[in-house]
């Protein structure tokens, strides 16, 4: 089974540009998670899909934003990209959004993003 | 709110030495725990999960760790690294009822030597 596919793996942008980030979960499960990790931060929830319907949200400004697609795909959004922004953005898929039994979390390999 | 702290950043240690790396969480609701491992330009992969039950739980690559809910923490531990552990080890804990969300501690980098 393929896992957790994210894409592009590196990223440049520029101050104020905007910027989508894809992830492809793994086949069968519906519940997709992203996160930003960054050296100062550390690893830090930004928001959870789950049936196309955003069930969880991180203590992030308006400018990240995300979405899911019916095959259960997901994109996250930065408008306005600050130098802060650049860190590692991680997805990842679970089966359900109430894993019975802690069903764990899948990561992807993640996108570096670098804003100059 | 849940916290997790691990109490070291750094570990280095010489290879086939045991290893233990501390984990300790906050919170005031039931929680699940997690181990995951993160290699250099690679995502985190799970090594191992505390539900509930036995309080020593087997992971993979040779981990195991120990639940403690008195000291509320769980440490992971290793009886002989290699050189190929060298990682960054994260805790998380996640809130039972509360949707797939990790709360992460800051890591720490193992460093396996020769």
């Known amino acids: 089974k393929a896992g957790v596919t994210q894409t592009p793996r590196y990223l440049i942008k520029t101050r104020g540009q905007q910027v989508t980030l894809s992830c492809s979960p793994i086949?069968?499960?519906?519940?997709v998670s992203w996160y930003q990790q960054t050296p100062g931060q550390g690893l830090q929830f930004l928001f959870e899909?789950?049936?196309?319907?955003?069930?969880n949200k991180g203590n992030f400004p308006g400018r990240f934003s995300g979405r899911q697609f019916s095959n259960s795909r997901s994109e996250m959004n930065v408008s306005t990209l600050e130098l802060g922004d650049s860190a590692l953005y991680l997805c990842?898929?679970?089966?359900?959004?109430?894993?019975?039994?802690?069903?764990?979390?899948?990561f992807g390999n993640g996108t570096r993003l670098t804003v100059t | 709110a849940q916290s997790v702290t691990q109490l070291d950043s750094q570990v280095p240690v010489f290879e086939e030495a045991p290893v233990e790396l501390r984990c300790n969480y906050s919170?005031?609701?039931?929680?699940?725990l997690f181990w995951y491992v993160q290699y250099p330009n690679q995502g985190l992969q799970l090594l191992l999960k505390?539900?509930?039950?036995?309080?020593l739980v087997k992971g993979i690559n040779g981990f195991e760790a120990e639940f403690n809910k008195s000291q509320t923490s769980i440490h992971l531990r290793k009886p002989s690294v290699h050189i190929s552990d060298t990682a960054e080890y994260f805790c998380?804990?996640?809130?039972?009822?509360?949707?797939?969300?990790?709360?992460f501690g800051t890591g720490t980098q193992l460093k396996v030597e020769l």
């Open positions: 998380a804990v996640r809130v039972t009822g509360g949707g797939n969300k990790l709360t």
């Open positions: 990842a898929s679970s089966l359900a959004y109430e894993s019975q039994g802690g069903s764990p979390l899948h």
């Open positions: 086949s069968g499960h519906r519940s």
């Open positions: 505390y539900l509930s039950g036995s309080t």
């Open positions: 919170s005031s609701v039931s929680v699940y």
């Open positions: 899909y789950f049936s196309e319907t955003q069930r």
